[in-house]
């Protein structure tokens, strides 16, 4: 089994599936969590790639929120589209690594992204609220790579 296979399990994989849907309960804001085992390019030019390639750039509001895991390299990454960034204080991103980061360094990997799903739902909420006629724009599931 590789590493990529290894890092959750299907039971924590559908707890990070919950907690996207419970964090875009309240806003119009689209978060999505991609793993792969590792990047041959520096990992914030990879999250790009994925950001792109998955087409969270084509959100409505550009409100879509990325967390790149790269499991063998040990990093990840979370990148937000250009409607995000306009808006959001300068410790918006630091706070949702943060909370990713401590958890990752005890090895509670699941719990890592559920706290940073959900700490990026509740700061997207104040600047994209959920609106009567919004509409799940993107996948909750995980992808792979």
Known sequence: MSKIEDFLTKEEEQDIINAIRIAEKNTS???RVHLEKTSKIA???RAIEVFNYLEMNNTELKN???IYV?????TFVIYGDKGINDVVGDTFWDDTKNSIQAQFKKGLFKQGLVDGILKAGKELQTFFPWQHND??????EISKG
């Open 29 to 31: 804001g689209e978060i």
């Open 70 to 74: 790269a499991v063998e390299d040990k």
């Open 64 to 66: 879509g929120v990325l």
């Open 135 to 140: 509409r799940n724009e993107l996948s909750d």
């Open 43 to 45: 990992p914030f030019d």
